[in-house]
Each structure stands twice: as C-alpha cells, then as structure tokens.
C-alpha cells in the first residue's frame, strides 16, 4: 500500500522558516520522481519544486526561487521541503507527489496534504 505522510506544517510568522517531510512507504522510492505542491484557497494546485530520483537535480517555480530547497534522503525514504523567508502568500496546503514509472506504466501518488500559514 502506497502511502506519503506529510508533517512540519504550522502557523509562523513573516521572514520565519519551515522545513517539511514526507515520508514514504510501499514502493520503491529511489526510483521515484518527487515533488511538492501546494493549493491556495480558491487557488489551483500549484507545482512548487521538483527533484530526480538521485537528487541530482531540482527545480522550483520563480516565486519560491533562493527562498526554498527540495531535498531528498533515499536511505530513510524521505522528502523534505526548506521553506526560508516565508511570505504570507507562501499559506497553502502543501502536498508531496511521486511519480513512478513501473513496467512502462505511469502512477502519481499523492499525501494528504499539511497546512502552511504565513502570518503576522
């Protein structure tokens, strides 16, 4: 059974920072594609960052640039998210995303989401 467990979410103020993880299980994560979103009320989802399979590389969206860092530890099966300088409109629900390739099929997987709140 897939499963992606956010944490690390939580009400901070303006300028503060957050780290949030992800932990996965039940399937094989170094092979995985991971990624966090976020959705702000009345907002699509938006793609945040991105990291390949062996951490070689990232990407984030433009807003997010020099402020967040996407980084993985395939050893613990874990993603995390370095949220600096927190904006108030950083407030989203955030999610972690897998993609998975396996036996030439395409799965997403998704968490359940954690609330960030940027805040005075």
């Known amino acids: 059974q897939v499963q992606l467990v956010e944490s690390g979410g939580g009400l901070v103020q303006p300028g503060e920072s957050l780290r949030l993880s992800c932990a996965a299980s039940g399937f094989t994560f170094s092979n995985s594609v991971m990624s966090w979103y976020r959705q702000a009320p009345g907002k699509e989802r938006e793609l945040v960052a991105t990291i390949t399979r062996t951490g070689g590389r990232t990407n984030y969206v433009d807003s997010v640039k020099g402020r967040f860092t996407i980084s993985r530890d395939n050893a613990k099966n874990t993603v995390y998210l370095q949220m600096n300088s927190l904006k108030p409109e950083d407030t989203a629900v955030y999610y972690c995303?897998?993609?998975?390739?396996?036996?030439?099929?395409?799965?997403?997987?998704w968490g359940q989401g954690t609330q960030v709140t940027v805040s005075s």
């Open positions: 995303n897998a993609r998975v390739v396996s036996a030439a099929v395409l799965y997403d997987y």
